[in-house]
């Protein structure tokens, strides 16, 4: 049941725990690798920072964090595991959906402070009416964090038997026990995120568990349960937002990584005993220096924007809405760059699996790769609505 008055810590005193779990998170990264999911010494270290209560309705114990304090918490964890980083910001997105539930369904999920709740924005099966709810069947991938959460957020399309009414995506909300796992995450990156696809066969789903996702889009609140400031933004923003900040861990962990490595190092087969000295080297760290910075700008100018509008109670306009996508793209664009540069630095010893840069470039190039966080697709969108014309998709 809800338990109203939490005292949430601050935002300094969040990031603080999140940056003390890093050594337990850079401990099992290689696991976690290994085994394509967290570990459960990660999740521990995360649960007890604080990093699954940033998003939990106070009135069960949650912090209801600010975007801006996703951002430096993800930038914090992804400098120890960006698998880590980036299972706690999409365990956030379905935490603050599941906060524009009706209460019952809230208090169903919401069972503790830490609950976690995976969950995807794509629509991957059918929904069909039936008595008290929805029957279900479907396959939703790309499922990071499924092995430690409790429920998952599904997108499916209602349908009308009959015909008499329009198909119409809704959302809900599922015990992960009530779906078939289907273990597939073999991948180049993020593979310790244990992003596996799930399925459902004839599931029912009561009705107080099931909202339109036109709704949710929009951040309305589709059962007038939602209290929460943090709930009055649409969803893209809110989701770019707590998605962004492993990007930016990852380009200042690559920078980190290379300065690290690099007193030890020299460049084969030239004059130069140490890699400091080389000019070239020089001009490739303040490189992607730099380039971090500028990535860091548009996730905090993406939280910001997300944050002010919340507090002012703003309405978004739609160009609003697609800068949010461009920044969250830029950013991650931004960020690759960096673990290239850098990559392509570390010589020919770097790809040992022991030596971490290798799986930061391989990580954020999964991140580049994610329908929602495209560098290209985003700046299209932008583009196109500069240039005057209309959204040609409903995820803004």
Known sequence: MPNPGINAPSSDDLVRAAASAGPVLREHAAWAEKNRRLHDDTIAALSEAGVFRLRTPARYGGYEAPAATLVDVATELARGDAAAAWTASVYWIPTWMAGLFPTQAQDEVFTGPDSRICGTLSPGGTAVPTDGGIVVNGRWGFISGYWHAEWQEIIAVQVDPDGEAEPMPVMALVPTAQLRVVDDWHTSGLRGT??????????????????????????????????????????????????????????????????????????????????????????????????????????????????????????????????????????????????????????????????????????????????????????????????????????V
């Not at 989701?239 to 190092?265: H, K, N």
Request: charged fraction near 20%; aromatic fraction near 4%.
């Open 194 to 395: 244990g992003s596996v696809s799930t399925v459902a066969d004839e599931l029912f789903v009561p009705a107080h568990r099931v909202v339109p996702l036109g709704a949710v889009l929009e951040g309305a609140d589709p059962s007038a349960d939602a209290g929460a400031a943090m709930h009055s933004a649409p969803l893209l923003p809110v989701a770019s937002a707590s998605s962004v900040g492993t990007a930016i861990g990852l380009a200042r962990g690559a920078v980190e990584a290379f300065l690290q490595r690099m007193p030890d190092r020299k460049i084969t087969y030239t004059g130069y005993e140490s890699q400091a000295e080389a000019p070239l080297t020089h001009l490739q760290v303040s490189e992607a220096t730099m380039k971090a910075d500028e990535a860091a700008f548009h996730a905090h100018r993406l939280a910001s924007d997300v944050d002010t509008k919340v507090a002012a109670g703003d309405p978004w306009k739609v160009a609003e809405r697609v800068r949010a996508r461009a920044d969250m793209g830029a950013a991650v664009r931004l960020a690759k760059e960096v673990a290239d540069l850098v990559g392509s630095a570390s010589g020919g010893s770097s790809i040992y699996e022991g030596v971490p840069i290798q799986r930061i470039v391989r990580d954020i190039h999964a991140i580049n790769l994610h329908a929602l966080m495209h560098p290209n697709t985003n700046a299209e969108l932008h583009g196109r609505i500069l240039c005057g014309l209309e959204p040609d998709t409903l995820y």
